[in-house]
């Protein structure tokens, strides 16, 4: 692509618009590090634009008068927070300290399109915390909107600039690894005019209103194919189920949960009711019983009726009975849970072995 030189309009300075060259755009290896993931034409957002002026170093400039980042209008373009705060809402610190571990926590790699999240009766609830994204609980999956700024061709030019002095490197690589991957989970998410029009109706495409359904897949399908190795750990995994996520925190980060959204303790510990009541009826079920059997031996001792003899027989056996069916019963859920369990594991261990495979031939493409 041909270098542009520009005038701005903000300044009378001569500003220049900072070149990338997208030479290998098309090539079978992709520096996903070094140049935008698509196209000036394809952005959605517009209105940012990556400057240097002479004698002065590179920066972004918004053609609003705000010159704030776009969806932040409390982060000013031309100050130290943008980065951080980018990282404050894009970055998954602890998942991703989880990284390996999360394969205990049950992920689905492949991600459900939207309109398949409500074939399975899961309601879409939106979020602005990126740790919550696409966490399931029960009926409920967390989605965060797609930030306006993250569509802007300019801000990747800015985040991606090795010569941008202004960005610490470690920094940049963290930016760069979870933009990437958030926005790779929304490829997966909206591949279908069904599922566009319900990310429009749950608000997840808020800052592209008069964004088609064509244009947004030009842009979003620049992402289809990056590579595990180019994102942040956490973006590796797909869908994870909260309360497993939650388990093993409490074995991995030693926290007693990861997140919690119960309002107050009747909510929380309504959760364990069903095991504590089935634990309560067996035992019940079973001291019962007991006390049927050992009743029973003292009346047949103090009597020498033959018919309530018989009578008090028959109860003993059924309490006999009743001990045998509840331990049973008790021993049937309990293996019917090992092997569901074993089951998912397997299929778990599978699962791993397939992405890794696919991760280390991505590997051997990748320079």
């Known amino acids: 692509m041909a270098e542009e030189s520009p005038v701005s309009p903000v300044s009378s300075a001569t500003t220049c618009v900072a070149p990338f060259s997208r030479s290998n755009t098309g090539a079978t290896i992709r520096q996903w ?3 935008p993931p698509f196209e000036r034409s394809d952005q959605l957002c517009k209105d940012l634009e990556y400057t240097h002026e002479p004698e002065k170093p590179t920066h972004l400039r918004s053609h609003r008068p705000d ?5 932040a209008p409390r982060i000013p373009l031309d100050s130290c927070r943008v980065v951080p705060y980018c990282l404050e809402d894009l970055d998954t610190p602890g998942m991703n300290k989880l990284d390996e571990k999360l394969w205990w926590a049950g992920p689905a790699p492949y991600i459900k399109t939207l309109s398949q999240q409500l074939t399975y009766d899961r309601k879409i609830v939106v979020t602005e915390n990126p740790s919550l994204h696409l966490l399931w609980s029960d009926n409920m999956i967390y989605i965060k909107p797609i930030p306006a700024y993250l569509c802007s061709f300019a801000f990747w030019e800015y ?6 002095d202004g960005i610490n490197p470690e920094e940049r690589e963290r930016v760069r690894a ?5 926005l790779r989970t929304y490829a997966s998410l909206i591949q279908r005019r069904s599922d566009f ?3 429009r109706r749950y608000d997840l495409l808020c800052s592209f209103g008069h964004t088609s359904f064509e244009a947004f897949v030009k842009f979003i399908m620049s992402f289809d194919s990056v590579p595990d190795k180019a994102i942040s750990p956490r973006w590796r995994f797909g869908e994870i189920q909260l309360d497993a996520l939650n388990l093993h925190s409490l074995v991995h980060l030693r926290r007693s949960h990861f997140n919690r959204f119960e309002s107050n303790y009747a909510l929380y510990f309504s959760r364990f009711y069903p095991a504590i009541l089935f634990l309560f009826a067996v ?3 079973m001291l019962s019983a007991m006390q049927v059997i050992v009743g029973g031996r003292q009346l047949k001792e103090e009597t ?3 018919g309530v003899k018989r009578t008090v027989g028959l109860f003993e056996w059924f309490s006999c009975e009743a001990i045998g069916w509840s331990l049973a019963f008790g021993a049937v859920l309990f293996i019917w849970w090992i092997c569901i369990s074993s089951a998912e594991a397997f299929r778990r261990r599978g699962i791993m ?3 890794k495979k696919k991760q280390r031939e991505e590997g051997a493409l990748q320079p």
């Open 33 to 35: 590090d070094a140049i």
């Open 67 to 71: 010159q704030a980042l776009p969806d």
């Open 159 to 164: 985040i991606l600039d090795p010569s941008n």
């Open 178 to 182: 979870t933009s990437l991957g958030f």
């Open 197 to 199: 029009s319900i990310a």
């Open 283 to 285: 035992f019940s079920v």
């Open 304 to 306: 020498d009726n033959p």
């Open 353 to 355: 072995k397939r992405v």
